[in-house]
């Protein structure tokens, strides 16, 4: 499970902390029910022109061809998946729409909201799909709760981008850390209360008698700054996240990614179980992005690479 899964649910309030670092406004939330309660505008570069001549046009459900639209719901506060900047949605995923878009024909029209009504405002139709950095799950496909049980209506994914959690350090890698294994006899920062921080207590008990100690604190900003004066030599963070406080942190010069991800699992753009022609076509559309480069160039722009998939799947999550 990743990024806004588990992870979103330990950290609720001093995650917003730690994201207003990066310059990201709003709060995490991952829990039950409920419907989106705020709106954004779009990014001009999700934005487009009805065009029946696109590629893929003609695979979409005249409904969509019709209103020259899709309705996305996002929860636009997690840079740089997405995030609002000078009142636009920006980031990963609605340049990755665009794209889509492109081959559709259509626009995708963001509007943002919390996180935890997003598959609600998607099973009562106030969007049409959800893109938000939202890991595909076998729970979420269920309609499950924490404990297993049927809560809700499952929803349908079309997965388009691969992340787990990566290790933040001095610029440099002066500690030359690669790997869980390389903390062993160090001090690590992390903020208090996430699934980060449990990572690193996991990862004590496998050093063992080499002790890794762990300096948690109240905001991940904190715990960047230990790492950037270095007094710990690694933090941690979703590895999107990660690398975009290493491209952005004092212009790039404080922090960069060390080793690969760890845990990955596929983001997927949620569908109604009962849409499934429009998710066949988003499937077809992410895969002509993969085949043009399209995809890739997006992920370049926002050194996320790593984070490829090599093909749409649906419903690949675990």
């Known amino acids: 499970m990743t990024a806004r899964t588990t992870r979103r649910t330990t950290a609720t309030q001093s995650r917003t902390a730690a994201v207003g670092a990066i310059a990201v406004a709003g709060a995490?939330?991952?829990?039950?029910c409920g419907d989106q309660t705020g709106s954004g505008s779009g990014s001009d570069e999700t934005k487009g022109t009805k065009s029946s001549s696109a590629p893929l046009f003609d695979q979409l459900p005249k409904k969509y061809q019709d209103a020259g639209k899709i309705k996305v719901?996002?929860?636009?506060?997690?840079?740089?998946m997405e995030y609002e900047e000078g009142g636009k949605i920006v980031g990963i995923d609605p340049d990755i729409a665009a794209a889509l878009g492109k081959q559709l024909g259509v626009e995708f029209e963001f509007t943002s909201g919390t996180f935890d009504g997003l598959i609600t405002s998607l099973n009562t139709g106030r969007q049409d799909v959800v893109m938000s950095a939202m890991s595909d799950t076998k729970a979420?496909?269920?309609?499950?709760d924490d404990k297993g049980k049927k809560a809700g209506k499952g929803v349908d994914f079309v997965d388009y981008f691969n992340s787990g959690v990566s290790l933040l350090v001095k610029k440099g890698?002066?500690?030359?850390?690669?790997?869980?294994?390389?903390?062993?006899?160090?001090?690590?920062?992390?903020?208090?209360?996430?699934?980060?921080?449990?990572?690193?207590?996991?990862?004590?008990?496998?050093?063992?008698?080499?002790?890794?100690?762990?300096?948690?604190?109240?905001?991940?900003?904190?715990?960047?700054?230990?790492?950037?004066i270095g007094a710990a030599v690694a933090d941690l963070n979703d590895y999107p996240v990660a690398a975009h406080i290493a491209k952005t942190a004092g212009g790039g010069n404080d922090f960069e990614v060390a080793g690969g991800?760890?845990?990955?699992?596929?983001?997927?753009?949620?569908?109604?179980?009962?849409?499934?022609?429009?998710?066949d076509a988003l499937k077809a559309a992410?895969?002509?992005?993969?085949?043009?480069?399209?995809?890739?160039?997006?992920?370049?722009?926002?050194d996320v690479k790593d984070s490829a998939v090599t093909e749409a799947t649906v419903n690949a999550g675990k």
């Open 73 to 80: 719901g996002t929860d636009a506060a997690y840079a740089p």
């Open 28 to 32: 995490l939330l991952l829990a039950g």
């Open 140 to 144: 979420r496909q269920e309609g499950l």
């Open 173 to 228: 890698n002066p500690e030359n850390i690669k790997s869980l294994d390389d903390l062993c006899g160090k001090k690590v920062a992390v903020q208090r209360g996430t699934i980060y921080e449990d990572t690193f207590k996991d990862q004590a008990k496998k050093c063992g008698k080499e002790k890794l100690e762990i300096a948690p604190f109240d905001t991940d900003a904190e715990a960047q700054t230990r790492v950037k």
């Open 261 to 279: 991800q760890i845990g990955a699992g596929p983001f997927g753009i949620a569908v109604n179980k009962d849409n499934p022609e429009l998710r």
């Open 286 to 302: 992410l895969d002509a992005i993969i085949k043009n480069g399209e995809y890739e160039k997006v992920l370049e722009k926002w």
